[in-house]
């Protein structure tokens, strides 16, 4: 084909300056969405009694608190700082629905501005801090502590006599008496914790209203469980994509093959290894023992991703260890797909071959069942986290979830794997076969792509309230982000569809050509790994 061919007249991509402008655009989307704050849960503050800002003429012995969701009181739980700034625990906390809390002080609150601080939990653990303040105008109480009257009452009997009525009198008067007896026969002891107690009041004052109230939202263990959910989910999305792209799409030489299942075998280690940070840092944010944070929903859905990583890496190292690759017997049948990685074979040829190696591919036995095993119990964890257990019907969310995690990983770890094995020939100078390639897994991408939307946008429905949350919240901002990626993956397919494909059907030897599918694959697996980041970065958000 002469060089005036159409398809030549494609504008050439500088291959690295447009995969580093993509990764800069995602980063910049990133930074602006994240910009103002961390993300809100669904389960948050909604209403106080007294609100924010509220004068007060009596007394304040009730405070009622109300959240949008399920909430549990964790550590401090809930505390006020009284005007004198004095730390005050209520005496009482009572719920019917874990929504609205009653709490109790004893004594009630007075004497000008207070300050009411909690500290509780969503229903998948995600940490919800906050505080206000009300000014009380009701004095605080001015009377005399009365301690100091039994002492003085004490201490002017005139005789002797009453000397036998002291050994008599403390049983029958109240407890201060009996405490200044204490202080008299002990004055060594108190020295010295008088002294250390002296210190630490010192390096430690009471805080100030304004620092009452700026509460710290990085709860401990928070940032742990978000950088093992991130580690977790790459894992999880390519991981299982990758499995799925070997089993079904990948034919080439037996290196070639043995290390394709090698990476699944080691991304099922980052799964694990992903899991246990995710475990402990949920356990410190449950204030959980690393023992006993199994038995909550969000610690026995990291024990499945534990288990389910060690058989995704135990079950394929046994079979590929026994040889289980075996050649190709037919040729997977010819479709279109919106998958940038995904090309028509319209005018098939045999792939030239410039060396003798065998073309195998692996095939799975009664072997892999710890793999395969594991994969169900990796799609049945997400049942026990995340939107399922705190939106929507749980049964048809979790299997709707299920559908969404499995598609999703195969179309991320597909493309991802894809990418890999076209750079990893073009770079050792082995026949391509491109084509052959994408043609196989063409099939599994469409329908891959197409339960990815469904399953998302019921998702989406049974987690939103209101079509406000999505502009109104940094919530509903990182939603719109992970969904405008998604897009721009399947705009990248789009362009492969319309463009890439008249060219590559004229001539799909070009290595023009070949470099731009390169491009474009390689160009939609960073837009899809960014989606998984955001993916757990939106559910370690969400209630």
């Known amino acids: 084909m002469s060089a005036s061919t159409p398809h030549l007249d494609l504008p050439r991509p500088a291959s690295h300056r447009r995969i580093s402008a993509i990764a800069a655009v995602l980063l910049a989307l990133g930074v602006s969405v994240v910009g103002p704050g961390i993300a809100r849960a669904h389960t948050g503050f909604e209403s106080s009694t007294p609100s924010a800002g509220a004068a007060i003429d ?176 790459l894992g999880v999305a390519i991981g299982l994509g990758a499995l799925a792209f070997v089993a079904t799409a990948l034919r080439g030489r037996r290196d070639e093959v043995r290390q394709a299942v090698s990476a699944v075998r080691v991304l099922g280690i980052v799964i694990v290894v992903g899991a246990v940070i995710e475990y402990v840092g949920v356990s410190r944010l449950g204030d959980q023992s690393l023992v006993s944070n199994w038995s909550t929903a969000q610690g026995f859905a990291t024990i499945l991703r534990i288990v389910g990583g060690v058989g995704l890496a135990v079950g394929l190292a046994g079979t590929i260890s026994r ?124 329908v891959a792509l197409a339960s990815v939307v469904a399953a998302g946008g019921m998702m989406a429905f049974f987690v939103l309230d209101s079509f406000g949350e999505l502009t109104g919240t940094t919530w509903g901002k990182i939603l719109l982000l992970k969904t405008a990626a998604v897009g721009l993956a399947m705009i990248g397919g789009a362009y492969n569809h319309f463009r890439l494909l008249p060219a590559l059907e004229s001539d799909p030897e070009s290595p023009e050509l070949l470099a731009e599918l390169r491009s474009t694959v390689t160009a939609e697996a960073i837009m899809l790994v960014f989606v998984v980041c955001v993916t757990a970065w939106l559910v370690a958000a969400a209630a």
Do not use: C
């Open 58 to 233: 009596e007394p304040v012995e009730l405070v009622t608190i109300v959240f949008t969701g399920e909430a549990t009181p964790v550590g401090d739980e809930f505390v006020a700082l009284t005007a004198d700034g004095v730390l005050q625990e209520p005496a009482v906390v009572e719920t019917l629905d874990n929504k609205l809390f009653s709490i109790r002080f004893d004594p009630p609150l007075t004497g000008g501005q207070v300050g009411i601080r909690w500290n509780v939990q969503a229903a998948d653990a995600h940490p919800i801090d906050g505080a206000f303040s009300f000014t009380v105008n009701a004095p605080a109480a001015t009377t005399v502590p009365p301690t100091t009257a039994p002492v003085t009452a004490v201490e002017p009997a005139p005789t002797s006599a009453p000397v036998a009525q002291a050994e008599e009198v403390p049983p029958a008067t109240d407890d201060s008496a009996a405490v200044v007896v204490s202080d008299e026969a002990e004055p060594p002891a108190a020295a010295e914790p008088t002294a250390e107690t002296a210190g630490a009041a010192a390096a430690a004052p009471a805080p100030s209203l304004d620092e009452f109230l700026a509460v710290d939202n990085s709860a401990s263990g928070e940032t742990t469980a978000t950088v093992g959910r991130l580690v977790g989910f």
């Open 323 to 446: 040889g289980r690759i075996q050649n190709p017997t037919r040729r997977a049948p010819i479709a279109r797909s919106l998958s940038a990685a995904v090309v028509e074979d319209v005018a098939p040829r045999q792939a030239k071959r410039a060396d003798s190696a065998p073309i195998v591919r692996w095939a799975p036995d009664a072997r892999s069942w710890p793999a395969f095993g594991g994969t169900l119990m990796i799609l049945a964890s997400f049942w026990f986290d995340g939107h399922t257990v705190s939106k929507g019907f749980r049964p048809l969310h979790a299997l709707v979830n299920s559908i969404h995690v499995a598609a999703g990983a195969v179309w991320v770890g597909g493309v991802v794997m894809m990418a890999a094995v076209i750079w990893g020939r073009y770079r050792s100078g082995r026949p391509m076969r491109v084509v052959e390639l994408v043609v196989r897994f063409s099939r599994v991408a469409t």
